[in-house]
């Protein structure tokens, strides 16, 4: 499986991107998928993820009401609608996934596909 992102960038506060994560290189499976951020000295940290057999969502606290993520089946594609962006959104973010038969995790040990990263930075 491989994941690659697009969508990051620079913002003000208050503002609003959306991250894309395509996958490639598997058929028929389902997945738990979705997003993780690094912030310099910081460790990894579980943003959202989708189940994309059901599309049952999973957020961290402080992403709560601000981030949505969902699923375009038709482009084996997950979306991160990131609105009312704060400075603390400030990371590397990366996209994951691993094959799931429907209970999904926030745990970045448990994903075994990973992409390259998109930096986003809010001032």
């Known amino acids: 499986v491989q994941l690659v992102e697009s969508g990051g960038g620079s913002a003000l506060a208050g503002r609003s991107l959306r991250l894309s994560c395509v996958a490639s290189?598997?058929?028929?499976?389902?997945?738990?998928m979705g997003w993780f951020r690094q912030a310099p000295g910081k460790e990894r940290e579980g943003v959202a993820i989708?189940?994309?057999?059901?599309?049952?969502?999973y957020y961290h606290d402080s992403v709560k009401g601000r981030f949505t993520i969902f699923q375009d089946n038709a482009k084996n594609t997950v979306y991160l609608q990131m609105n009312s962006l704060k400075p603390e959104d400030t990371a590397m973010y990366y996209c994951a996934a691993v094959l799931s038969a429907g209970f999904c995790s926030l745990l970045d040990q448990l994903y075994n596909y990973w992409g390259q990263g998109t930096q986003v930075t809010v001032s």
């Open positions: 989708i189940y994309t057999g059901g599309g049952r969502t």
């Open positions: 290189g598997y058929t028929y499976s389902s997945f738990c």
